[in-house]
């Protein structure tokens, strides 16, 4: 009985960041730390961090904290490259008891020293875990000592912080990125040229869109963070348009470079055929340049019709599947929305753990009356909203695969951990081969 009063307890606490009727003329709440004891869906600030930065391939990784925080997000992110691996390494000072005792300044101070030695790398990202928080690690003024005797880029990532807003991590990483990319004289600007914000390159979806982009007449001036490098980014001051694929993790970088830089951006999104189309000619539109416009309606027109047959064919096969998403941030979920109705599916649970409120005032708009919407879900909740509605299929991340497969449901990762893009049109295309073959997988017959 007390455990039911407990539970009972957890969801009133958690009445505003759902909701049961989709269309319901109501804000959700978001944008606020996990509920203490209610086992969010979150990971932790560092991870946070880890994920936005991991990418930037000829840099060294060096978590200061315990073994576990440097294992949790060894390799994280299934971003490819087109050069230097030296980002596939994890490195860690493993702090132990007698450094939570001392403090582990020296230890990484020395830990620095080994790596810059043997690896000569031109960028050090040190990231601060929440044991660092606690012992009080002065990370800047080791990191500081490091760069000026090594000559190079030392650059503390301030990510302590236990399980509550991941925002937070994202946040860390763009002010480590803020430091990173300071011109060191005159920034001279060129023209159609553009920053490309929030791809990591999973499955080299980075080079998917600059090669769309190349087809337009646009130069993808560097891209944040997938397949990126030290020197590379240090350009990043230069491109005229900012876009920013991934808004939970770069809206703020991409804010910041405006009010600094005087750099515009446009939220856009290369996921499905509507956002792709929509996308291409947002960004034409942004250069008013008529030959830009042409290219980019002959490349919608062209990349349509080699898929759009497929597509179908998908489509006719999925009718009257249901499918339930909870993803990390509100454009993602906004995207797989109308990716879903592209292949004739409907979305009856949707959450995300970092949505903004104007995502969700769309997401609202989008879905079906009596969708289920939710902000920093739990499992339980979306346990008991999965149920509810009958869904067939959950697209998230890592950590909901054992829950979909628990309850006999199919599962999709469109997190870090998959092998092949989605993104543009070919995406489209792969997307909805996964969804069949997931969904219509013979298994099903025997659960």
Not at 330 to 346: M, N, P, T, V, W
Request: hydrophobic residues 40%; neutral net charge.
């Amino acid at each position: 009985m007390a455990t039911a009063k407990a539970a009972d307890l957890v969801f009133e606490e958690r009445k505003d960041f759902i909701m049961t009727k989709g269309k319901q003329k109501k804000n959700l709440k978001c944008d606020s730390d996990s509920l203490a004891g209610c086992v969010s869906q979150r990971a932790c600030v560092y991870c946070g961090a880890r994920v936005v930065l991991n990418p930037i391939t000829d840099a060294v990784h060096l978590v200061h904290g315990p073994i576990g925080c440097s294992s949790y997000t060894w390799d994280i992110r299934g971003s490819l490259t087109s050069g230097p691996d030296l980002y596939r390494f994890s490195f860690s000072t493993d702090l132990k008891e007698e450094d939570v005792i001392f403090g582990g300044e020296k230890k990484l101070a020395l830990a620095i020293d080994e790596l810059v030695e043997k690896y000569h790398p031109k960028l050090v990202l040190v990231y601060s875990t929440c044991i660092v928080g606690v012992i009080g690690d002065d990370l800047e003024a080791v990191c500081k000592a490091a760069s000026k005797k090594h000559g190079i880029e030392v650059i503390p990532v301030q990510s302590s912080g236990f399980i509550g807003n991941k925002s937070a991590g994202y946040r860390a990483a763009c002010d480590a990125l803020l430091r990173l990319i300071k011109p060191d004289g005159i920034r001279l600007k060129k023209t159609s040229s553009i920053n490309y914000l929030g791809d990591f390159n999973l499955a080299g979806e980075v080079w998917i869109i600059k090669n769309y982009l190349r087809r337009l007449g646009i130069h993808v001036n560097v891209a944040f963070t997938g397949d990126s490098r030290f020197e590379t980014l240090k350009t990043a001051t230069r491109a005229s348009l900012n876009m920013v694929q991934c808004a939970g993790s770069m809206i703020y970088l991409a804010q910041k470079m405006e009010e600094i830089y005087q750099i515009p951006y446009l939220n856009i999104s290369f996921l499905g055929l509507e956002d792709t189309a929509a996308s291409l000619r947002k960004t034409a539109s942004f250069f008013n340049d008529e030959s830009i416009t042409a290219s980019a309606e002959e490349l919608i027109k062209k990349e349509t019709a080699v898929v759009m047959e497929d597509i179908r064919w998908y489509k006719e096969k999925l009718q009257g599947k249901k499918a339930a998403i909870y993803v990390g941030g509100g454009f993602k979920a906004i995207s797989l929305i109308k990716q879903f109705r592209e292949i004739g599916i409907d979305v009856v649970m949707i959450g995300t753990q970092t949505g903004r409120e104007e995502e969700y005032q769309t997401i609202n708009d989008l879905v079906d009356e009596g969708a289920v919407v939710l902000d920093d879900a739990n499992p339980s909740e979306l346990e008991k909203f999965m149920v509810e509605k009958g869904a067939h299929l959950l697209v998230g991340g890592v950590k909901e695969r054992p829950l979909a497969y628990k309850l006999g449901v199919a599962f999709i990762d469109h997190n870090h951990d998959r092998k092949h893009p989605l993104s543009g049109f070919v995406g489209a295309v792969n997307f909805a081969r996964e969804v069949y073959s997931t969904l219509c997988s013979p298994v099903w017959k025997y659960v």
